[in-house]
């Protein structure tokens, strides 16, 4: 048997071999080495080996748990050097939730009440890696002590430890904020610095520990930069570089800062911007900059900052110019400065610059200074790269997706109708949550948008048009079909002809839909865009009081098919049974528009019925998607005018479900829920996407039906709602993002088209899928 | 910071170190994924890249990729700093750092990274502190002394 010293040696030789080989030679040594712990003669250095040996075996992703066992055996019983290595590889090996870190954290209390400062130190290092957040308090007494401990070393590894502790048990460890505060005065720089850092950390929840040092800090910070720490805090001609951006980031939590503070940043910068070409002081000029920011400072006290911005920006390193872009970002969040032609070239440079890191910054420095004339291009920037870069990083997909759609809704344009078109393109590209959002967006500024009536109703046309060219690609995204058939029931005729032809559409669809899926593949995407055509089937069934055979067939197909689940059954079903008595109910619903009195649509004539079957604890029904033709947050109390108002704007009550037809879908969409309890369905409040404040009130309680509720809620229309690398490519962004007139268009305004119509003409196949870079 | 990972250029991690709470399946996930990313990116790229719902630092020493993964509201240059302040250290202990020296003593890597960080933050930002500290435990290591207390 190889001895342990040849072990070591032929692993060495690891690196050069093939995964096969290595696989083997490791597995082997494995072996060697766990015979080699079990032998209860083998010397502690041999051991230490092994240990080695094992932290290297799991780093290349060889497990190597006999080992555990040992390491912590070495970290309690070994000596110095012993338990160093012990020490190593239990917080190697071992997590804090393992059951062997428990038996640890006796050592380490044990450790930390030693007589040698290099054990005690540790098993403070240890602490960080291996007592879990449960076990904090049993350590903390002691910890307490070492914030005094005579050597600085452990001093500052004792703030270290707190500072972890408080990151993982802040209700435990808050309490000892205040001793640490007082290390703000420790003799050690290097202490000093540790509670800087502690006290960042804890700013936010104990902003009055950070008050009480504020002068201190000020203190040393001049004491920094009038150069009285040692020389060896002096790095790449900065003094104690890490301790001034701590000083000058505590600064922020000041709620108003004096002038001496101000005079105090500004000194800093001074200090550091003549050594702006190196990383650790743009670090510093950056923390200055984001602090004058952060308090609104003057102008005077900006001017300078600014010319750091733009070295920065200007600075041919692309670490330094992303944050310059990053600090540009800031300062525009907080002021309105216009960009020069200079400034507007390194954002453009940036913009089509092949780092995607680059590119992902410029985008949010575009979002964050974008406006109403250059708006709709910034969308499209961002909907492109969401697009083309995002498919495996639904982080950012999720975070600029929304700061577009913040953008739509503040710069929503009821002429052009930009907004529309850009959720239009953004729609395919968000999950779940966003999606949603998006389509209520949609259908809120098609409903009930700003502007007159003319322009809505172009613009629906337009949008019909878009979708319906979208649903006849070959690669969909089922949010947007859902939004395409809400809008061919929503904005169809109420002639039965057109009735007729809107069902044969939707049929249609769902029939492509339906044979299209594999055995296999049950999507909840796929359910919720069938559920979609159903409840669009019926409310033009209803509105237009027509029904054609095909929609029976395909109610059943759907029946039998491998897609259908209990809800999707229960929807067919709800529209089979209500499609013999259409005329009925279309009738009803044209009666309740056009006479004076109101119908009781809380179907209170069954309330007998309703309160039994509660009793007999019944399933109260709860609709997967309510129905709002009257969109939130209000709509106009309807003129008598609006009797003859266009055919294709048809409302229905709003305030409580219909049991039989719950109509059109996707404005709320709430989530199914297995307990049928009345109490807890929320069902009946009807939430605003956009304000809480409007709710149907509750219908039903555990006490009965509530007395005093109005059928209908038709409530004052108090505000109308505010219903987008080649030189030349380089130009014409140029000229839409900053207003920059190209060559050769001197003297003539750039008109720029519908955007509707422009993304009529656009090639949905490609606009829908996000580009995996992982081919 | 969250953690530090080196790895040379074929992928091979050489150390890491991870300073919050996470599942083995997670960090070999995280790892391998990570590794991925930075060695698909071209050398005159910037250093910094947003890597879900963390900052990503990261630069190339020879054939070694030193990569931390820091908060969003931390900053970038200041852990590049750091970086390179590891790299100082590495290179005045072992005298001329390389590839080799970090793969056949790694452990000592260990150690030294452990005085330079502590629970994700920076504990000690004077090199000749940190050298000489580990230049003592060095030769406690060697003269193997009992629990006395010792005055550095």
Redesign the interface.
Same mark, same amino acid.
């Given at each position: 048997m190889a001895s342990c010293a040849r072990i070591w040696e032929s692993s060495?030789c690891v690196?050069f071999m093939r995964e096969n080989e290595e696989e083997w030679l490791i597995q082997d040594c494995l072996r060697l080495v766990k015979g080699k712990l079990c032998e209860p003669s083998t010397k502690p250095s041999t051991i230490i080996k092994c240990l080695?040996f094992s932290?290297?075996s799991e $780093?290349?992703?060889y497990k190597a748990e006999f080992a555990y066992i040992h390491a912590v055996k070495l970290a309690q019983y070994g000596?110095? /050097?012993e338990k160093?290595?012990g020490y190593?590889a239990c917080a190697?090996l071992l997590? =804090?939730?393992d059951s062997l870190s428990v038996l640890l954290v006796n050592t380490i209390f044990r450790d930390l009440t030693?007589? &040698?400062?290099?054990?005690v130190a540790m098993a403070l290092?240890a602490s960080?890696h291996l007592v879990s957040p449960d076990q904090v308090t049993v350590l903390l007494p002691v910890l307490e002590e070492k914030l005094k401990h005579p050597?600085e070393?452990v001093r500052?590894?004792a703030v !270290?430890?707190l500072?972890?502790f408080c #990151?993982v048990s802040p209700q435990l460890c808050l309490q000892y904020a205040n001793q640490v505060k007082v290390m703000v005065g420790d003799r050690d720089p290097?202490v000093v610095?540790?509670v800087l850092?502690f006290l960042i950390d804890v700013a936010e929840d104990l902003p009055g520990v950070v008050m009480d040092v504020m002068s201190a800090l000020v203190q040393i910070q001049n004491q920094i930069l009038d150069g009285k720490l040692?020389h060896?805090?002096t790095?790449k001609g900065l003094h104690?570089?890490?301790?001034q !951006?701590s000083i000058i980031r505590l600064l922020q939590y000041l709620q108003e800062p004096s002038m001496d503070i101000y005079m105090l940043i500004q000194k800093t910068l001074q200090n550091a911007m003549p050594q702006m070409q190196n990383?650790?002081g743009?670090?510093i000029v950056?923390?200055c900059i984001a602090t004058l920011v952060k308090h609104k400072a003057g102008d005077e006290m900006l001017a300078s900052a600014l010319l750091c911005v733009v070295d920065l920006m200007g600075s041919t390193s692309?670490?330094?110019?992303?944050?310059g872009l990053s600090l540009l970002e800031k300062v525009l969040e907080q002021y309105r400065l216009p960009l020069s032609p200079a400034q507007q070239d390194v954002v453009l440079s940036s913009l089509c610059h092949? +780092? %995607?890191?680059?590119k #992902?910054r410029t985008l949010s420095l575009l979002c964050t200074m974008a406006e109403a004339h250059n708006v709709e291009i910034v969308c499209t920037q961002v909907a492109d790269y969401v697009r083309d870069h995002c498919a495996h990083?639904p982080? !950012?997909q999720h975070d600029l997706i929304s700061r577009a759609l913040a953008l739509t809704d503040r710069f929503q344009n009821s002429q052009t109708h930009w907004h529309i078109a850009a959720l239009i393109r953004l729609l395919p590209l968000a999950q779940d949550k966003q999606a949603k959002a998006i389509q209520r967006r949609i259908q809120l500024t098609l409903l009930a948008g700003s502007g007159n009536l003319e322009d809505i109703i172009v613009a629906r046309s337009k949008v019909l048009h878009i979708l319906a060219k979208y649903a006849e690609s070959k690669t969909v995204s089922t949010s947007v079909i859902e939004v395409y058939v809400w809008c061919l029931s929503q904005f169809c005729g109420a002639k039965v002809d057109d009735g007729q032809q809107v069902l044969e559409k939707l049929v249609s669809l769902g029939c492509k839909v339906l044979r299209n899926q594999e055995p296999s593949n049950v999507s909840q995407g796929i359910q919720n865009l069938l559920i979609s055509i159903i409840h669009s089937a019926s409310h033009v069934a209803e509105k237009c009081g027509t029904t054609i055979s095909s929609l029976e067939e395909l109610l059943q197909e759907i029946m039998k098919s491998h897609l259908a689940d209990a809800y999707l059954r229960h929807t067919c079903l709800e529209l089979l049974a209500s499609l013999p008595h259409i005329s009925v109910i279309h009738r009803a619903l044209q009666r309740s528009i056009r006479s004076e009195k109101q119908f009781d649509f809380t179907l209170s004539f069954v309330d007998k019925f309703v309160c039994e079957s509660l009793a007999a604890n019944a399933m109260p029904y709860q609709p997967k998607l309510l129905h709002i033709a009257v969109p939130v947050p209000e709509m106009t109390s309807l003129p008598s005018d609006s009797m003859t108002a266009p055919p294709d704007t048809v409302a229905l009550p709003s305030t409580c479900p219909s049991p039989v037809s719950s109509g059109t879908s996707s404005i709320i969409d709430f989530p199914r829920s297995e307990s049928f309890s009345s109490e807890d369905s929320k069902s009946w409040s009807l939430r605003s996407p956009q304000k809480e404040d409007i709710l149907a009130k509750p219908l039903w309680s555990r006490e009965g039906r509530t007395k005093n509720v109005d059928p209908f809620v038709y409530v004052g229309h108090k505000d109308q709602l505010a219903v987008v690398t080649s030189d030349s490519e380089m130009q014409h962004l140029a000229s839409l993002l900053f207003n920059r007139q190209e060559p050769g268009a001197a003297g003539e305004e750039t008109s720029q088209g519908d955007p509707l119509d422009e993304l009529l003409n656009k090639d949905f196949q490609k606009l829908s899928v996000l580009k995996s870079e992982r081919s | 910071m969250q953690f530090m990972l080196l790895f040379s250029r074929q992928g091979?991690?050489?150390?890491?170190k991870w300073?919050v /709470?996470h599942? +083995?399946k997670l960090k070999?996930k995280i790892t391998r994924e990570l590794i991925t990313t930075i060695l698909a #990116?071209?050398p005159?790229?910037?250093?910094? @890249? =947003?890597?879900?719902?963390l900052k990503v630092v990261y630069k190339r020493y020879a054939s070694l990729y030193f990569c931390c993964a820091i908060e969003q509201k931390d &900053?970038?240059? $200041?852990t @590049?700093?750091i970086i390179?302040?590891y790299v100082e250290l590495l290179d005045k202990y072992f005298g001329s750092v390389c590839e080799l020296d970090i !793969?056949?003593n790694?452990?000592k890597a260990?150690?030294i990274l +452990?005085e330079l960080l @502590?629970?994700?933050?920076? %504990? =000690?930002?004077?090199?000749?502190?940190v050298l000489k500290?580990i230049a003592? %435990?060095d030769l @406690?290591?060697e003269v193997?002394?009992? +629990?006395?207390?010792? =005055?550095?």
């Open positions: 060495q690196f080695a932290i290297f $780093l290349s992703g000596s110095l /050097a160093k290595m190593l190697f997590r =804090e939730c030693s007589k &040698n400062m290099y054990v290092s960080c050597s070393y500052s590894k !270290i430890v500072h972890h #990151r290097g610095a540790h850092q040692p060896e805090y790095y104690a570089p890490w301790m !951006i990383y650790i743009s670090a950056c923390e692309s670490n330094l110019r992303y944050e092949p +780092d %995607q890191a680059m #992902r990083n982080y !950012i | 091979k991690l050489r150390l890491q300073y /709470a599942p +083995d070999k #990116r071209k005159k790229m910037s250093s910094f @890249l =947003e890597w879900k719902d &900053n970038e240059l $200041l @590049l700093e390179h302040r !793969i056949f790694f452990e260990y150690f +452990d @502590l629970g994700g933050e920076i %504990q =000690e930002t004077s090199k000749k502190n500290a003592a %435990q @406690l290591q193997s002394y009992g +629990d006395t207390s010792i =005055e550095l």
